[in-house]
């Protein structure tokens, strides 16, 4: 049986198959120095010591580094390239190594920030410029105790090949400024962009995205994620983004759009009588009544620090035993036993025509805001 050879193209059938090579060298070379360059590393040398104490380091000389960065036009260097440097490279700056090899002619401008989700191609960076600007949220303080609403400011935008988030967290107790990337992913239509800063402070958002094509973003209500400030445990809670900060006079209505509930929830009676002194609330009660007053029950309020402090000095089996009753009533609670965010349908047309209209004007109806 005679022998089968493989066949292939040789760089004589492909006349531009070098300039293709170093096109593609000269665009990764580029991408590796822009990620020098950004990076908090004042020489070449300093960089290479990390490098080779990285515990996923593939190994190299400084030579191959320094040649590796160098971009300078005319170089004897500026086609060199070192395999091994450069995947170190991103491997130590988290940075995912399939954006450095990917073909100059897709665009890809810059190295992409390694992520789970990117293996399998679900985000890319929030590139929209509908989403781009400065918008105006509010969320509950990270300080748990203090019952207090945060005004802040999200700016999104584009700088050469780079997108960029920042937020700027107005607490007077404690400013902040962080930033991220934004992220979206393509599955599920959805935004998140993790903010931090140098001190290791964090804030992660999630919204929902959706294709304008004549308007921006107006309006998204959302979770942030967040370090509480006075713990070591995350925060979970609701926030809410509008194109324009809201006036003094609506601010009344955006605690209730950070509350966290599904489309059921209760409210006891002692509060709805003291709601009802407020005429325009009182209306509404009457006029919807024929839809709530058929379900209308008393309520038993369960604290559960307040039952955990009496129980906790009981003998172990006792404790465990009531804990358990506990968790087969509060399984009754009329709460949801998870959350979820559709995508809103009133609310939008709300803020956008009603919220944000005549927001110049003041009243004293803020006295639970903190004004940035």
């Known amino acids: 049986m005679g022998e089968v050879r493989g066949t292939y193209r040789k760089d004589i059938d492909c006349p531009d198959a070098e300039e293709r090579r170093l096109v593609q060298i000269k665009e990764m070379k580029r991408k590796l120095r ?57 491997r130590y700056f988290r940075k995912d190594i399939s954006s450095l090899f990917v073909s100059p002619e897709a665009g890809k401008n810059t190295l992409e920030d390694a992520d789970p989700l990117q293996a399998v191609g679900k985000y890319i960076v929030l590139d929209d410029p509908q989403y ?19 005004p802040f400011k999200l700016s999104i935008n584009k700088s050469g090949d780079r997108v960029e988030a920042i937020l700027e967290y107005r607490d007077p107790r404690k400013p902040l400024i962080l930033s991220g990337v934004p992220k979206l992913i393509t599955r599920s239509k959805n935004i998140y962009i993790i903010f931090s800063n140098p001190e290791g402070e964090f804030f992660e958002f999630f919204f929902h995205y959706k294709q304008y094509r004549i308007d921006k973003m107006w309006y998204r209500r959302g979770i942030v994620i967040a370090d509480e400030s006075s713990t070591d445990s995350p925060e979970v809670a ?6 324009k900060e809201i006036s003094d006079e609506k601010f ?31 209306k509404f009660l009457d006029d919807f009544a024929y839809l709530f007053e058929h379900d209308k029950s008393p309520m038993y ?21 009531l804990i358990s009753q506990l968790l087969l009533i509060r399984e009754q609670a009329e709460i949801s036993h998870n959350i979820t ?32």
């Open 34 to 90: 822009e990620l020098y360059k950004n990076s908090d590393y004042k020489s070449i040398k300093n960089l290479y010591e990390d490098l080779i104490d990285f515990d996923q380091s593939l190994y190299f000389s400084e030579n191959s580094l320094s040649q590796t960065l160098n971009t300078e036009p005319g170089s004897k260097y500026e086609t060199t390239f070192n395999l091994y440097a450069a995947i170190t490279l991103c």
């Open 132 to 150: 781009f600007g400065d918008f105006y949220g509010y969320m509950y303080s990270r300080y748990m105790k203090r019952k207090t609403i945060i």
């Open 238 to 243: 609701n926030f809410v983004l509008f194109d």
């Open 341 to 372: 965010y559709p995508m809103d349908t009133e609310y939008p047309e709300y803020a956008h025509k009603f919220l944000v209209v005549d927001s110049s004007s003041h009243s004293n109806d803020s006295d639970n805001m903190i004004k940035p």
């Open 252 to 282: 009344r209505y955006i605690p209730g759009l950070l509350m966290i509930s599904g489309p059921r929830f209760c409210v006891s009676e002692s509060k709805i009588m003291e709601l009802r002194q407020d005429s325009n609330v009182a």
């Open 301 to 321: 309020v369960f604290d559960e620090d307040t039952i955990m402090s009496i129980i906790k000095n009981e003998e172990p089996e006792r404790k465990h035993f």
